[in-house]
């Protein structure tokens, strides 16, 4: 059975930084593209960034310059490092897995999902 889990977030002030892991279990972790998305209050899902099983990363504007994506195969694990933190960072951050491994931004490409884990950054 494949289980993503996220853990890293809480609660940081506005330009503070923290890094989500999502450990991934149940198949082979590293052909597989992963992605990140989140969900703010009354938001729809939207994408953050995504990692290729090539470690080629792609990230939505917004987080640009601030937002790293990382993966260590031999954990199986994907790393989200966020840096300058905004208020409007603030949701509920999920790791995904593409099965078919599409370039995409969608999340019904997106096969396997985590529970989420809930960023806060106050200002």
């Known amino acids: 059975q494949v289980q993503l889990v996220e853990s890293g977030g809480g609660l940081v002030q506005a330009g503070g930084s923290l890094r989500l892991s999502c450990a991934a279990s149940?198949?082979?972790?590293?052909?597989?593209?992963m992605a990140w998305f989140r969900q703010a209050p009354g938001k729809e899902r939207e994408f953050v960034g995504r990692i290729h099983w090539t470690d080629k990363t792609y990230y939505e504007d917004s987080v640009k310059g601030r937002f790293t994506i990382s993966r260590d195969n031999a954990k199986n694990t994907v790393l989200l490092q966020m840096n300058s933190l905004k208020p409007e960072d603030t949701a509920v951050y999920y790791c995904?897995?593409?099965?078919?491994?599409?370039?995409?931004?969608?999340?019904?490409?997106?096969?396997?999902w985590g529970q989420g884990t809930q960023v806060t950054v106050s200002s």
């Open positions: 149940g198949l082979p972790f590293s052909r597989y593209n």
């Open positions: 995904a897995l593409d099965r078919d491994n599409y370039y995409s931004t969608d999340e019904w490409h997106y096969d396997y």
